[in-house]
Nanobody, 117 residues
Framework: QVQLVESGGGLVQAGGSLRLSCTYS????????MGWYRQPPGKQRELVAR???????NYADSVKGRFSISRDVVKKTVDLQMNNLTPEDTAAYYC???????????WGQGTQVTVSS
């Protein structure tokens, strides 16, 4: 069973930075999409950034140029560097891994990011 554990959330002022890290319990092959989603208060969960199985990197328009996703296969981590944060980035952030062909999908427990104005 794959476990995803997030860390790095917290409270930061607008304009600040945070780095989120997701550690996964076992090796996840490149056949899985891996990335980060977020759920703002009272809203639906949305994609933030992810690595796709065909080698692309997707970012939500709202975070392009501010957020950067990275992956370390040896350490089994997927990180999200978030710069120039705004109050609109306040949300619970979730690590995610998915292989549609296998019908496999995994979520972390989430980490809260709060940006004060």
């Amino acid at each position: 069973q794959v476990q995803l554990v997030e860390s790095g959330g917290g409270l930061v002022q607008a304009g600040g930075s945070l780095r989120l890290s997701c550690t996964y319990s076992i090796y996840i092959p490149s056949s899985f999409d891996m990335g980060w989603y977020r759920q703002p208060p009272g809203k639906q969960r949305e994609l933030v950034a992810r690595f796709t199985t065909d080698g692309r990197t997707n970012y939500a328009d709202s975070v392009k140029g501010r957020f950067s996703i990275s992956r370390d296969v040896v350490k089994k981590t997927v990180d999200l560097q978030m710069n120039n944060l705004t109050p609109e980035d306040t949300a619970a952030y979730y690590c995610h891994a998915e292989n549609l062909g296998l019908g496999s999908e995994y979520w972390g427990q989430g980490t809260q990011v709060t940006v004060s104005s």
